[in-house]
């Protein structure tokens, strides 16, 4: 089944211990990206990568690290996270280049809450 | 920053009755796409339109592209309690930047 895999589903840690959520996609997509979603802000890009090892910033970059060494994994780090970091996480991919027919594939998201 | 501002943010409707979400910005997009988030689940993507003036026919749900590429509607004729969701609009600009809108959170009471 064609998919996007995030793990964990829900995750609460505390301020300053480094996680890593892992976003694996079996469809042989070149983009992936990851998403934070909070309540009245709708849908905010963190990270995107058009290709393996091209990854650039998003619209709300601030505190996270990715990185893309194979095509299939797009994992999120967080070095230090804060409490304003708790929120919903997606990943989502998409086939190539051209936007004007390549939907975004998402994950079923991480809650994450940092304490 | 491009932005798109949905309205309503919030809807609550009887089955049966008629709705439209709104979708604007003041920015151009290549195309406009339209996704459904249900609890727990990621958006799942609707129906993309390309070209200004366009509209697109899925079941009960009608879709516009505005003439300018800015804004978009999405209409729901008779709504049914599978209806409720989260409704996101997402505007593709260069580079398959896309950016999504606030939302429209609908509930359908049976």
């Known amino acids: 089944e064609a998919q996007v895999t995030q793990n964990p589903r829900y995750l609460i840690t505390v301020t300053g211990k480094k996680l890593t959520v892992t976003c694996s996609q079996n469809?042989?997509?070149?983009?992936m990206s990851w998403y934070r979603q909070d309540p009245g802000l709708g849908l905010r890009q963190i990270y995107y990568s058009m290709n393996v090892e091209v990854t650039d910033k998003g619209d709300v970059p601030e505190g996270y690290k990715v990185s893309r060494k194979e095509k299939r994994n797009f994992p999120l780090i967080l070095e230090s996270p804060s409490p304003n970091q708790t929120s919903l996480y997606f990943c989502a991919s998409s086939p190539g280049h051209s936007s004007y027919n390549s939907p975004l594939h998402f994950g079923n998201g991480t809650r994450l809450t940092v304490t | 920053t491009q932005l798109l501002e949905q309205s309503p943010q919030f809807l609550s409707i009887q089955e049966g009755e008629n709705l439209t979400v709104y979708c604007n910005s003041s920015?151009?997009?290549?195309?406009l796409q339209w996704y459904r988030q249900e609890p727990g689940e990621g958006p799942v993507l609707l129906v993309t339109?390309?070209?200004?003036?366009e509209v697109k026919k899925l079941k009960r749900l009608t879709f516009q592209f505005g003439d300018a590429r800015k804004d978009s509607s999405l209409h729901i004729t008779a709504a049914q309690p599978g209806d409720t969701g989260l409704y996101l609009c997402?505007?593709?600009?260069?580079?398959?930047?896309?950016?999504f809108g606030t939302g429209t959170k609908l509930q359908v009471i049976p």
């Open positions: 920015s151009v997009f290549s195309s």
């Open positions: 469809m042989n997509h070149e983009y």
């Open positions: 997402a505007g593709v600009g260069g580079y398959q930047k896309v950016t």
């Open positions: 339109v390309v070209t200004g003036g």
